[in-house]
């Protein structure tokens, strides 16, 4: 996987981010489930951390749910982390990390998820 991930970086070219992990480029389209509220959106990037999820409604920070994937092939757990806001120059969004929990199940679930949106057409 880390192969793959730096493999997508050196295509995406030098970035500003600051991040501990590296991500890839991704555009999937997806849901944000966060109890009864279901935000559509795209995710644009995954790594070992979690993804970008770009949508115009925001939450705030700390919010945990489910980001889902076409007809429910893929269902993970997430907790916002962070939200970036309509002003900013690359436009609003979230950012989701993986909620694993040190669960075997769950981060088993979280890897499914980053090899099924590398591999996704889109």
Do not use: K, Y
Not at 9 to 30: F, S
Not at 52 to 57: A, K, N, P, S, Y
Not at 89 to 100: D, Q, V
């Amino acid at each position: 996987m880390t192969r793959r991930l730096a493999a997508a970086e050196a295509q995406a070219g030098p970035t500003e981010d600051r991040r501990a992990r590296r991500r890839a480029p991704v555009q999937v389209p997806g849901r944000l489930c966060l109890g009864d509220l279901i935000l559509p959106g795209t995710i644009e990037n995954v790594g070992a951390g979690g993804v970008f999820f770009r949508t115009c409604v925001l939450v705030e920070p700390g919010e945990r749910g489910r980001l889902c994937v076409g007809a429910d092939t893929m269902d993970v757990s997430i907790c916002v982390i962070w939200c970036r806001t309509a002003v900013h120059p690359r436009g609003p969004g979230l950012g989701l990390a993986w909620a694993t929990e040190g669960d075997p199940g769950r981060e088993r679930a979280a890897l499914e998820a980053i090899l099924a949106l590398l591999a996704d057409p889109h």
